[in-house]
Nanobody, 132 residues
């Protein structure tokens, strides 16, 4: 059974940091890109970051988080991380991780992956609240 579990959210003051984790199981982790998404109350889901399969050498960041967030993966632990620094109140949202469905492009952060259109499994989200 494929499972993705996001964790690490919490309450943090503006300017603070959090590290989210996405623990995966039930599939060949190395073979898939993994994406991070978020949804704030009353807003549409937003693609935050993506890391390609295996080496993870190729990454994507939304303009809103570029320079503040860093995505990484530890294939030995089947885990993807999202290090979030210089957090702002507008980063407040439920954060989700997801994997794309199996295809010839599932190793890559394609436009469909970044936008969440081709994801077949989503983890339960973790709430990040940035507030003083």
């Amino acid at each position: 059974e494929v499972q993705l579990q996001a964790s690490g959210g919490g309450l943090v003051q503006p300017g603070g940091s959090l590290r989210l984790s996405c623990a995966a199981s039930g599939f060949t982790f190395d073979d898939y890109a993994i994406g991070w998404f978020r949804q704030a109350p009353g807003k549409e889901r937003e693609g935050v970051s993506c890391i390609r399969a295996a080496s993870g050498i190729s990454t994507y960041y939304a303009d809103s988080v570029k320079g503040r967030f860093t995505i990484s993966r530890d294939n030995a632990k089947n885990t993807v991380y999202l290090q979030m620094n210089s957090l702002k109140p507008e980063d407040t949202a439920v954060y989700y991780c997801a994997k794309p469905r199996s295809s010839r492009s599932s190793r890559l952060c394609t436009l469909a992956t970044i936008n969440g259109y081709d994801m077949d499994y989503w983890g339960k989200g973790t709430l990040v609240t940035v507030s003083s």
